[in-house]
């Protein structure tokens, strides 16, 4: 249970907040502790005297999470407000357990302000409750407590009758009235735990509210801490070593994506931390797994059980690949069955069934979902109901819920509706891109355009200063799941397949790469060093060539097709004076982008070249000597050269990093599915390198 929570509320950071900014700062440092809630989970409210910009009168207001929010990172249009006289009065509306769905739909005519966030299913839970400041949060310690076999009577015990006790049900209005009923029977509750759910509890301010959270979840881990810990039977399997590990992921991986994807791509997640590790190497990992997770919150992103993969210490990646089919196949039906067996005439339809967290002894566990925020969560939120696994089992006995319950929560309708309302997938979602020269003018670019519409990416470079950089860069705009960096020299076999398996091991697959590593150099033939010529041959050649290589391998395991888009040059096809080593090698790319064109194309994997010339702005390749030998060879001065570069070209125009990068994006995406062998110049107009 990782020890006691320390408060983190500073007065002086909550001076002069109202009580709206109050709720908030409760929220994000209650929301950003995984041992109080998991990312998603739980929710945050405040009753707050407001003035109705209608009428003018003063009324009640609740200020409730909104659906599908995250208390960790939500500010305040990210919470309902509703007339609180309005919520309650839904009581007389109100038909039974048999019709709470059709309560939710009230809630946008209890609006205040007009405020479009809609509100959560748990509304009624902080509505009913005669505090000015309620919570719902998912502690692990507490949940532990609420899945034990005894979980009442440990409640009792724990607490001293200061926490109160509400048997299982699905969130929602009864629920609320339930929990009013229990502090009206004894209004000296502090809290309640709902039984394989979590912990509600209230105060009078914000802070007492947030430090009543803490009290109540430390009593729960020293109290859980306080009984024997088993190790759940203990090691089944030995953990192999971190650099094993990762070696065994990265083999298997090309082959369990493809056999995961087969409806929808998936984005992968590894964890092999040692708290994950001792579960999914343990004797009773295969008994808790059945069992299913523990908490409601995590069934639309976990599903309700893990593959367990039978495996020992010796399986190879190899062999593992070989038994995947009937594995995944077995899982599927088990899937198929419990959807059959509790779905009801109006349930949404069976979604992707296959394994979302498979767990392999000795290796860790992996994750595949529709992206790595996604797949990391699942993670996460495994590695909780790990921790309630440890503790119920330390109570007395780990029980999770019947299936048919939870068949209720992940195919409920109010859930599905909440999917709906989420962003419609971009075009490059759920696709995994390895970018080479990533760090430079037109690799970046690409990058950001790719992670644009949807796609993770790998940025492969050989500057480390410079890779940091942009790495640090894209994550602040696109988020630290999107986005990796790996030093690689291209020029050196180990170091390519090193980059591949790091882009394996953290995202669990390849989908596109882009060709993008460079160099220029310029030369006079006479004085071009036979160093020089192999240098641009090393690079701009053989470097293509063996990331192409590993991408290959890597896509055809994979069996998913794949986009592979070569950055070459106007000089592919038009000769420059003073350069032939840079020409000759962007020649080759050319036609090595061909020959892989042919036989990528049974497979579905596409290979297609964009042509870029004179990208002045933003290119790496213009901070050495290069500018200065090619102004030199057109005779003018180095300022002068980006203008000449325009006057050249039939359209008159300056070509930047982001313009081809808008050609790599289309090569890349399905919009091209029919285009292989091809080039595109992105040139502004240059006759000498219309493609022949």
Aim: proline share 5%.
């Amino acid at each position: 249970m990782s020890g006691r929570i320390v408060s983190r509320w500073v007065d002086a950071e909550t001076a002069g907040l109202n009580e709206p900014q109050l709720l908030i700062y409760r929220s994000q440092r209650l929301g950003s502790d995984l041992r109080i809630t998991n990312y998603g989970g739980g929710n945050t409210s405040a009753k707050v005297a407001m003035v109705d910009p209608l009428t003018g009168a003063n009324v009640e207001v609740l200020w409730v999470k909104g659906s599908g929010g995250d208390i960790a990172s939500a500010g305040l249009d990210g919470y309902a407000t509703l007339h609180l006289d309005k919520v309650l009065g839904l009581e007389q509306r109100y038909r039974g357990k048999e019709h709470e769905d059709e309560i939710p739909a009230l809630y946008p005519h209890c609006t205040f302000n007009l405020n479009p966030r809609a509100a959560s299913i748990d509304t009624p839970l902080h509505a009913f409750v005669p505090f000015r400041h309620v919570d719902h949060m998912h502690p692990d310690a507490v949940i532990a407590i609420a899945t034990a076999k005894d979980g009442e009577a440990v409640t009792r015990e724990v607490w001293g009758g200061r926490v109160g006790w509400i048997g299982w049900q699905r969130p929602g209005f009864d629920l609320g009235l339930k929990i009013r009923a229990a502090l009206q029977a004894n209004p000296k509750l502090e809290g309640c735990v709902l039984q394989n759910h979590g912990l509600m509890h209230w105060g009078d301010t914000s802070k007492g509210c947030y430090e009543r959270a803490l009290e109540l979840i430390n009593v729960a881990i020293a109290y859980v801490e306080s009984k024997p810990r088993h190790l759940f039977g203990g090691p089944k399997v030995g953990a192999r070593t971190k650099e094993e590990r990762r070696a065994f992921v990265a083999a298997l991986a090309p082959e369990l994506r493809g056999k995961l994807s087969r409806e929808q791509r998936k984005v992968g997640h590894l964890d092999d931390t040692r708290e994950v590790l001792d579960f999914v190497s343990s004797r009773e990992a295969g008994r808790l797994a059945a069992i299913g997770t523990s908490c409601p919150d995590h069934f639309l992103r976990t599903k309700i059980w893990p593959l367990l993969v039978p495996m020992d210490a010796a399986t190879t990646p190899t062999e593992l690949a070989a038994r995947l089919d009937p594995l995944i196949e077995a899982y599927v039906a088990r899937y198929r069955a419990y959807w059959e067996a509790c779905r009801k005439p109006d349930s949404p339809a069976l979604r992707d069934p296959f394994p979302i967290v498979l767990m392999l002894p000795g290796i860790g566990m992996v994750s595949y979902s529709k992206d790595k925020s996604f797949a990391r969560q699942a993670s996460e939120f495994w590695v909780n109901a790990i921790h309630v696994m440890d503790g119920a089992e330390r109570l007395g006995g780990y029980r999770g819920l019947p299936d048919a319950e939870a068949f209720g929560i992940e195919y409920w309708l109010l859930e599905e509706a909440k999917l709906k309302r989420l962003p419609a997938e971009r075009p490059l979602s759920r696709r995994i891109a390895l970018i080479t020269g990533g760090a430079g003018g037109i690799g970046k670019a690409s990058a950001r355009r790719l992670l644009q519409d949807g796609a993770v990416a790998v940025l492969a470079d050989l500057d480390a200063a410079a890779l940091a950089t942009a790495e640090a860069e894209l994550a602040k705009e696109f988020g630290r799941d999107a986005v990796r960096g790996v030093v690689v020299d291209v020029c050196d076999e180990a170091s390519v397949i090193a980059a591949v398996e790091y882009a394996l091991v953290e995202y669990g697959g390849l989908d596109i790469v882009v060709l993008c590593a460079g160099l220029a150099s310029a030369a006079p033939i006479e004085e071009t060093t036979l160093e020089l010529w192999k240098r641009n041959l090393d690079v701009l050649a053989t470097g293509y060539f063996l990331f192409a290589r590993e991408a290959f391998r890597v896509l055809k395991r994979q069996g998913l097709g794949g986009s592979i888009v070569v950055v070459a040059s106007k000089n592919a096809l038009a000769a420059s004076p003073n350069a032939a080593a840079y020409c000759t090698a962007k020649a080759a790319e050319l036609h090595l982008a061909r020959c892989l064109a042919l036989e990528g194309a049974p497979i579905g994997i596409r290979v297609n070249s964009v042509n870029p010339d004179a990208v002045l702005r933003g290119s790496k390749i213009w901070q050495g000597d290069w500018r200065k030998e090619r102004a030199a060879a057109y005779g003018v001065g180095e300022q002068d050269l980006e203008e000449l570069y325009r006057k050249r070209s039939l359209l008159q125009k300056n070509v930047f990093p982001e313009d081809v990068a808008e050609a790599i994006a289309w090569f890349a995406g399905d919009k091209s599915s029919k285009s292989t062998g091809n080039i595109l110049n992105v040139d502004a107009g240059n006759k000498e390198a219309f493609p022949r």
